[in-house]
């Protein structure tokens, strides 16, 4: 038997053995007719050189038949025609995967698709990726996958582009595919770094181009200053309140010249009240007090530093003050009341969204910030002789580290965002530029916070909690701490606060010495008032003369000896029903009439939490029904 032609021989076959090859080939993937072998000669008689084909101009290239066209497929993935980028992103191919099979090209799609898919990509993406950017790389270039370089990919990228400025044909889709392409590509160790996101940030010459010479100048110099010592995102907001700073005063006095020239009510004062209307242009309305107290803030450290600094052109005198600071309103902590922190972890639990919703879940358990949430690094936990398990926070949001106890539950979570996180070369670091092998990471990058709030999003809605934000979830996770009567210190040093002001905030939330103090003077009142009037009864939490107790609005605890109300403010007593669940309990059948009398009113307890929709308290309940039912059995067996 004869062994069919190969595939993929040289680019200079003569006419017989490439035509033998293409019969080969289509025999292989199991089509062809004489249409097509006609057409193969037909092109072979014409361009017996088939790289000069590629010579064409585009418009006659893209004119092939359909009986041409499989040919010309064939040519470039066996490596014999390497036609420009203007053709290959023209032409699509929809039987790409057929057309690869037993070709060189066929095995590195496949490595592609596999790296693809191990960093978190779905097969219809990774699919997209190999046969939109890859396939068209190898065979523009004539290379194998891992002789590819940066080079050749922005060779594709400019191609791209010079397809949108030729034919309007937008390059964004594209772009996309590129990014995630190099990030693949960077981890089967094909290209030296990763993929670079394009700075969002304008410069500041053009951050201030509204602003006229000279204060212009003296604005961009004082931003260069200041990113030596802060971070971009902290000089990125400083320019933005200092350009709108500079075109109220250019519009206010046209022939300022400098710093030096402003005049506190020629100049600051009209400023601070044009401050005070000005329209905040994402949410509408005006500019939030927080915001425009920045601004204040802002300006004055511009004028105050330039003045330190010995700079020529600095202000010869004072022109803000502490009161011209918009008064900051000091709201408490907006936590999550227990109900609602269980309900959302519940949702959290189910998620199909398995790592945004594990690091929320870390988040909540440790109480970080997001940005440190998000910087965290595989050799993150630290596990302690004698003292558990810990979790090292890197340098945040106030450039310390801490390191934060782990629970059980916290270690669980961790073990699963392991597994979800998609594997990979370590990545620069945002900041400092080093390699970190990040905790969270999925499709070759560092999960985004925007992806973690539209996470949260979704589990508040579900569970009806409405918007719910990232930080909420540590307030959570510090008042938990307050109320579970933790200290002053230990809060700093969880938190990460670098000041006793910060911690305090929290333990403003549930005071102990004011409730011990309104109690005190409350029994001191009622002591020197006496006695109530004859007649006159205490008013109940609620009326349960004529009702039924077990129909109440309250949180309800059936105990053997009678029953327990407690406003629904004051939550479950941690101590109901304890001595039943407790192992030391014992019982025997003289007290059956009483378990099953309390077993009977347990049901209709879970019943009413249920209708209610206190769900921890139905299960309470219900665990409760679950152990009488244990004990009463052990009761009839005596």
């Avoid at 010579?55 to 993935?77: D, E, G, S, W, Y």
């Avoid at 700073?245 to 400098?258: A, C, H, K, Q, Y």
Wanted: hydrophobic share 40%; charged share 20%; aromatic share 6%.
């Amino acid at each position: 038997m004869m062994l069919p032609a190969p595939v993929n021989t040289n680019a200079t076959d003569p006419p017989a053995a490439l035509l033998a090859s293409y019969a080969a080939h289509l025999a292989l993937t199991r089509r062809g007719n004489t249409a097509y072998t006609t057409a193969a000669k037909t092109f072979v008689a014409r361009w017996p050189h088939v790289q000069d084909w590629a010579l064409r101009p585009l418009h006659l290239q893209l004119t092939a038949n359909n009986a041409t066209k499989p040919f010309v497929t064939f040519l470039m993935v066996s490596g014999r025609l390497r036609p420009d980028y203007d053709y290959l992103l023209s032409r699509k191919f929809s039987s790409l995967w057929r057309e690869v099979i037993g070709t060189g090209l066929e095995t590195d799609l496949a490595r592609f698709r596999t790296a693809a898919g191990e960093l978190g990509f779905s097969d219809r993406v990774a699919s997209a990726l190999a046969s939109q950017v890859i396939a068209r790389l190898l065979i523009h270039t004539g290379r194998i996958l891992d002789t590819l370089t940066d080079a050749d990919v922005d060779e594709l990228e400019k191609a791209c582009h010079e397809r949108q400025d030729r034919t309007g044909r937008s390059a964004r889709s594209y772009r996309g595919l590129l990014q995630s392409t190099r990030q693949i590509l960077f981890h089967q160790g094909v290209l030296p770094a990763p993929a670079t996101r394009p700075a969002p940030r304008l410069p500041f010459d053009k951050r201030m181009a509204a602003v006229p010479s000279p204060l212009h100048e003296v604005l961009v110099r004082y931003l260069q200053r200041k990113s030596v010592t802060c971070v971009p995102a902290t000089v990125s907001g400083i320019a933005t309140r200092l350009a709108h700073f500079g075109r109220v005063i250019s519009e206010l006095d046209p022939t300022l010249t400098g710093p030096d020239g402003l005049e506190r009510c020629r100049h600051i004062e009209p400023y601070l009240i044009a401050l005070s209307l000005a329209e905040n242009t994402k949410s509408g309305g005006t500019l939030s007090i927080a915001e425009q107290s920045r601004r204040v803030n802002t300006v004055a450290n511009f004028l105050t530093e330039i003045t330190e600094w010995g700079w020529p052109d600095a202000p010869t005198r004072r022109l803000l003050f502490r009161s011209d600071i918009p008064r900051l309103p000091r709201p408490l902590p907006r936590y999550l009341p227990p109900d609602a922190d269980r309900t959302l972890s519940a949702e959290l639990v189910r998620s199909p969204n398995r790592l945004t919703a594990d690091a929320l879940l870390l988040q909540r358990a440790a109480g970080l910030r997001i940005g440190e949430l998000l910087d965290l690094e595989m050799d993150c936990v630290h596990e302690v002789p004698g003292q558990g398990s810990w979790l090292k926070v890197p340098l945040g949001k106030l450039a310390t580290e801490r390191m934060v106890p782990l629970d059980d539950d916290a270690l669980e979570v961790l073990d699963r965002i392991s597994i979800t996180r998609s594997p990979g070369r370590p990545i620069p670091h945002p900041r400092t530029g080093r390699p970190a092998d990040f905790l969270f990471t999925h499709h070759g990058h560092r999960l985004g916070q925007n992806a973690l709030r539209t996470e949260l999003a979704r589990a508040g809605q579900t569970a009806g909690l409405g918007h719910i934000t990232t930080h909420q979830l540590r307030h959570t996770y510090a008042t938990a701490l307050i109320n579970a009567g933790v200290s002053l210190q230990a809060l700093m040093a969880l938190l990460g606060h670098v000041s006793a002001e910060m911690s305090l905030r929290y333990g403003r939330l549930f005071d102990s010495t004011v409730r011990t103090e309104y109690e005190r003077a409350l029994d001191m009142a009622k002591a020197r008032i006496g006695p109530l009037p004859t007649g006159r009864r205490t008013l109940p939490l609620v009326d349960i003369t004529n009702g039924d107790w077990r129909e109440t609005p309250m949180i309800k605890a059936r105990m053997a000896g009678g029953y327990c109300l407690r406003a629904p403010a004051q939550e479950a007593c941690p101590y109901a029903n304890i001595c039943e669940h407790c192992p030391s309990y014992r019982t025997d059948n003289t007290h059956l009439p009483v378990l099953t009398a309390q077993r009977h009113d347990a049901e209709i307890l879970a019943r009413d939490a249920a209708a209610r929709g206190w769900s921890s308290e139905a299960q309470r309940h219900q665990k409760l029904v679950e152990q009488l039912d244990i004990l009463i059995s052990e009761a009839h067996t005596g």
